[in-house]
């Protein structure tokens, strides 16, 4: 009896002294985040996962700074590095829960920055494909995510704006596929703006959207929002930058 009070006591430390480890490194995380530093923040993510392999908000963050700092990243080589990194913590992410949309939005955003670096078209060709059947099936399980209607409406945008290589190949490969609609590009991409009124990546290509479609008002109106947003990640004081240029030559 003696023994198996030590035993469950020893459990109930250890599992306690997990939780405070955990929750420690998340804190950690978030810190650094809001301090914009972003590398020291994905490290502590990583941690996160050797101590609990399917904590899925630390799943989902790993996916989101790999490709934030992927993308930032001059080297051709470092950038796939991180893009495929991406992509391995985004399918451990479905695995470990297939019912959660999030898990679906960054397997999207990890399949569609995988193009951006692959260079044999019809690779890519899947990649951008895969990006949009992995926003579909987040949209089926949460058509109110607003990262999932982001990343559906970067596919339609992305898909008109593409090279007209990776375009043919795409069209050859996958008949099926819809085909891309800048309004429906326009309609997602308010949908995820309603949802959160603070993704300023979100307005920046909401403006690009209106800007090929010709609504100049519509243009000129996102960007005034964009503007006045304030700064909640490293990329955004370039983004506003970029927004502000826009907007002075439309004005």
Known sequence: MNKLLVVFFF????FFSFAQETSLLLKQAYNYERQFKEPEALEKYKLVLINDPKNIGALIKTVELNCTIGERTVNKTDKRLYFESA?????????????????????????????????????????IRDMKLNADKALSINPNDAMANFIEGKWHYDMITLNWAKRLAIKTLFTKLPDADIDLAIEYLEKCKR??????????????????????EQQIETLQKLVK???????????????????????
Request: charged share 25%; glycine share 2%; net charge positive.
């Open 11 to 14: 459990c109930c430390n250890y």
């Open 87 to 127: 992509l391995s913590f985004a399918e451990r992410a479905v695995i470990a829960d297939s019912l959660n949309a999030k898990c679906w939005y960054v397997l999207a955003l990890a399949c569609s920055k995988m193009a951006i670096t692959e260079t044999d078209n019809k690779k890519a060709a899947i990649f």
């Open 195 to 216: 949802l959160d009124q603070y993704f300023m990546l979100n307005y920046w290509v909401l403006a690009n959207a209106y800007k090929i479609k010709n609504r100049p």
């Open 229 to 251: 947003l304030p700064i909640r990640t490293f990329d955004d004081a370039e983004i506003k930058s970029a927004a502000q240029k826009m907007l002075d030559g439309l004005e």
